[in-house]
C-alpha cells in the first residue's frame, strides 16, 4: 500500500524559511518522480514543483522559483521541500503527491498524502 | 501565463448527468495535455479519477468517464450520487516538467 506522510509544517513569519518533508513507503521510490501541490485556505489546488526518481531534473511552478527547492534522499524515501523567503500567500496546505511522468504515455499525480500546514504570518 | 478553466460551480440532480470542462484560456486542450482529473471532499486530500484523457484510475467506479469534446476536456458523471458532491480539479501537462490545474469546479447534487 503506497502511503505519504508529510511533516515540517508551522508558522513562520515573512521572509522566513521552513523545510517540509514527506516520507514515502509501499513503492520504489527512486523509480518515481514526486511533486509538492499545495492549497491555499478555501482555494484551489495548486503545482508547486516537481523532481524526477533520480533526483537529476527539477521543476518549479513561476509562483515559487528561485525561492523553493525540492530534493529527495532515495536511500531514506523521503521527499523534501526547502521554502526560503517566505511570503504570506504561500499559507497553504502543501502535499505531497506521486508522479506518473511517462515519457509521452502519461502524466498525472496517482497518490496523494494528507499535507501539511504551512501558516506564514507576523 | 497559461490559465487552465473549469466551470466555477455546477449543479446535477441525483440520478443525472452531467459534464464538466476544462479549457484553456489561449488554444485547444488536445490528448497531448494528457488531462487528468481530481476529486476532493472537504477537508480530505485528492483523489485521482482519470488520467490521459479517459483512463479511470483503480478503483474509480465506471460513473466516471473522461474525453475530449471540442476544444476542452471534459469529466463526465452519469447517474450522480449524493457523495459526488465536491469539488473537481483537470490538470494540464505543458511539457517540460510543467503541470497546471484548474481552478476547480464545486459540484452539487440536489
Known amino acids: 500500500e503506497v502511503q505519504l506522510l508529510e511533516s515540517g509544517g508551522g508558522l513562520v513569519q515573512p521572509g522566513g524559511s521552513l523545510r517540509l518533508s514527506c516520507v514515502a513507503s509501499?513503492?520504489?521510490?527512486?523509480?518515481?518522480?514526486m511533486s509538492w501541490v499545495r492549497q491555499a485556505p478555501g482555494k484551489g489546488l495548486e503545482w508547486v514543483s516537481t523532481i524526477i526518481g533520480s533526483g537529476g531534473s527539477t521543476f518549479y511552478a513561476d509562483s515559487v522559483r528561485g525561492r523553493f527547492t525540492i530534493s529527495r534522499d532515495n536511500s531514506k524515501n523521503t521527499l523534501y521541500l526547502q521554502m526560503n523567503s517566505l511570503r504570506a500567500e504561500d499559507t497553504a496546505l502543501y502535499y505531497c503527491?506521486?508522479?506518473?511522468?511517462?515519457?509521452?504515455?502519461?502524466?498525472?499525480?496517482?497518490?496523494w498524502g494528507q499535507g501539511t500546514l504551512v501558516t506564514v504570518s507576523s | 501565463q497559461t490559465v487552465v478553466t473549469q466551470e466555477p460551480s455546477f449543479s446535477v440532480s441525483p440520478g443525472g448527468t452531467v459534464t464538466l470542462t476544462c479549457g484553456l484560456s489561449?488554444?485547444?486542450?488536445?490528448?497531448?495535455?494528457?488531462p487528468s482529473w481530481y476529486q476532493q471532499t472537504p477537508g480530505q486530500a485528492p483523489r485521482t479519477l482519470i488520467y490521459s484523457t479517459d483512463i479511470r484510475s483503480s478503483g474509480v467506479p465506471d460513473r466516471f468517464s473522461g474525453s475530449i469534446l471540442g476544444n476542452k476536456a471534459a469529466l463526465t458523471i452519469t447517474g450522480a450520487q449524493a457523495d459526488d458532491e465536491c469539488d473537481y480539479y483537470c490538470v494540464l501537462y505543458l511539457g517540460g516538467g510543467i503541470s497546471v490545474f484548474g481552478g476547480g469546479t464545486q459540484l452539487t447534487v440536489l
Open positions: 503527491a506521486k508522479r506518473i511522468s511517462g515519457a509521452g504515455t502519461a502524466y498525472y499525480f496517482d497518490y
Open positions: 489561449s488554444g485547444s486542450v488536445s490528448t497531448s495535455y494528457y
Open positions: 509501499g513503492f520504489t521510490f527512486s523509480s518515481y518522480a
